[in-house]
């Protein structure tokens, strides 16, 4: 079993990698954005995701980290996920990806705690310090429930908090 520590914490525009920022505004043009949403942005949470677990092939241990960053708009939830070692900013990592949800076509939910696997290989439970959306990402064709990790605290709180606003409002 794997030990699993996340830390969130605020995040501005400002604060991205620039090759982030330059990532995110790449996809959103790609995806039929007619603007870079990024200077719209009201909200924005990271979170650092280490795991320690075995070495495949079973000799020591090896960490592993991820980084999530959610950037909130007034009509967008922009979701990052990369590799946590590639805030050297001039390039990312080939598994950077990028996703677009409008929240008029958001649905947000929080994981049932003590969520449990079913049976043996079913797909793991979501954690439960996760924010569960439900929408169509810009670009995709179907409408798929991803659990994005965000950790606990006053920080998430808040961020989700804003999400359900903007949600309501748009």
Do not use: C, W
């Not at 990024?38 to 795991?51: A, F, I, S």
């Not at 092939?57 to 592993?64: D, V």
């Amino acid at each position: 079993m794997a030990a699993r520590n996340l830390t969130p914490r605020p995040l501005t525009v400002e604060e991205l990698p620039p090759a982030m920022a330059a990532f995110i505004r790449t996809q959103a043009e790609l995806r039929g954005l007619d603007r870079d949403p990024l200077p719209e942005t009201t909200h924005g949470l990271r979170t650092d995701e280490e795991t320690l677990g075995p070495r495949p092939g079973g000799r020591g241990l090896q960490t592993e980290r991820h980084t999530v960053e959610m950037l909130l708009t007034p009509e967008l939830l922009i979701i990052s996920y990369r590799e946590g070692g590639d805030d050297g900013g001039e390039r990312i990592g080939p598994t950077a990806r990028v996703s677009f949800h409008r929240l008029d076509e958001l649905e947000v939910a929080t994981p049932p705690a003590g969520m449990q696997r079913r049976t043996h290989g079913s797909p793991p439970a979501p954690p439960k310090d996760a924010l569960t959306v439900t929408s169509t990402p810009l670009g995709g064709t179907r409408r798929t429930t991803r659990h994005v990790p965000t950790g606990s605290g006053p920080d998430v709180t808040r961020f989700r908090e804003a999400v359900l606003a903007a949600q309501e409002r748009a």
